[in-house]
């Protein structure tokens, strides 16, 4: 497992995971989160790159067990690709979901998911997607 995290225990709401890069591969259980176990709101992902992959793996904000609210998932690539991964914001206990904004040339996906959802008592969010092309399988 390989995971780029950050985590709010407590009430701090100003984390932000966010990667400026040419490529990235979130393969076999790698895992880019911002994510809260407690009272405070899980932060924003951000990611930019010219080509991202998540492969059996996910890029996501999350709440659990807390009040807090899911935080925002920002992509913007030339190609993103999920295979058998996910792309989302969640809550599992009270607060709400955060949004999920895709910027992409292109999208393949092949049994994955792009889904803001909640599981708990909160809204889900919305989720955007522009795309020149998408190609879904599976």
């Known amino acids: 497992e ?3 995290t950050t985590k709010n225990p407590g009430p701090n709401n100003d984390i932000l995971s966010s990667v400026t890069v040419y490529e990235v591969h979130a393969i ?3 895992i880019f989160t911002a994510s809260t176990f407690g009272d405070g709101d899980a932060g ?12 059996d793996s996910s890029v996501d904000s999350f ?14 690539t030339g190609l993103l690709r999920i295979i058998n991964g996910e792309v ?30 909640t ?3 909160g809204d889900a969010g ?3 997607v522009r795309a020149g092309e998408i190609d879904v399988t599976g």
């Open 2 to 4: 390989k995971w780029i």
């Open 126 to 128: 919305d989720v955007i």
């Open 44 to 55: 924003q992902v951000s990611i930019t790159a010219d080509q991202l992959i998540v492969e």
């Open 63 to 76: 709440t659990d067990f807390g009040p807090g609210n899911a935080g925002l998932v920002v992509i913007d």
């Open 119 to 121: 599981l708990g008592e």
């Open 88 to 117: 989302q914001t969640a809550t599992r206990a009270f607060g709400n979901a955060g949004l999920v904004d895709i910027t992409a040339d292109r999208i393949e996906m092949s049994s994955g998911l792009i889904t803001s959802l």
């Open 28 to 30: 076999f259980r790698s």
